[in-house]
């Protein structure tokens, strides 16, 4: 009987050891992250890695009444900036909640030169997951478009 206590024990131990562990650099840029300076240009680099590599396998829609998943079109829009970083900056940190956030600011294409159009992108800092999405161009005052994304997994 002991025997047996025993070897359960020991069972329990291995599988409890054998969690999956955070990588240390990751660990390490999610403390930073919570500080108020602005990313440099490597640590928004790595940052954009990670949100790209906590991303994958997720589905993302637009909350609403009815949450919608977004379109190809919509996808582009809200997440291009995190492949195609030109103009790019960190906005700094935001607190919304219990939530903490690091805002990506990047441009937005727009049909006139002459009119300026921003992208911001939300991202959670605790899991590297885009919670909300802003977007304004400047028409005759500011015409906005903003919505929280609700993140799903991948059937």
Not at 55 to 68: C, E, H, I, L
Not at 118 to 125: A, K, V
Request: charged letters at 30%; a negative charge.
């Amino acid at each position: 009987m002991i025997e047996k206590v025993l070897a359960l024990l020991v069972a329990c131990l291995v599988v409890a050891s054998c969690g999956a562990r955070e990588d240390p650099a990751r660990r390490e840029l999610r403390q930073r992250l919570q500080q108020k300076a602005q990313l440099s240009s490597e640590e928004l680099g790595r940052f954009r890695a990670e949100i790209t590599r906590a991303m994958a396998g997720k589905t993302f829609s637009q909350q609403g009444p009815v949450p919608q998943e977004l379109d190809g079109e919509q996808r582009e829009l809200v997440f291009e900036m995190l492949t195609q970083p030109a103009g790019m900056f960190d906005e700094g940190l935001m607190t919304w909640g219990d939530t903490t956030f690091r805002v990506l600011n990047a441009p937005a294409r727009s049909s006139d030169a002459e009119v300026e159009s921003f992208r911001r992108l939300w991202i959670d800092t605790e899991t590297f997951l885009p919670r909300r999405f802003e977007l304004a161009r400047g028409v005759g005052g500011y015409e906005e478009l903003s919505f929280d994304l609700l993140v799903g997994s991948k059937k």
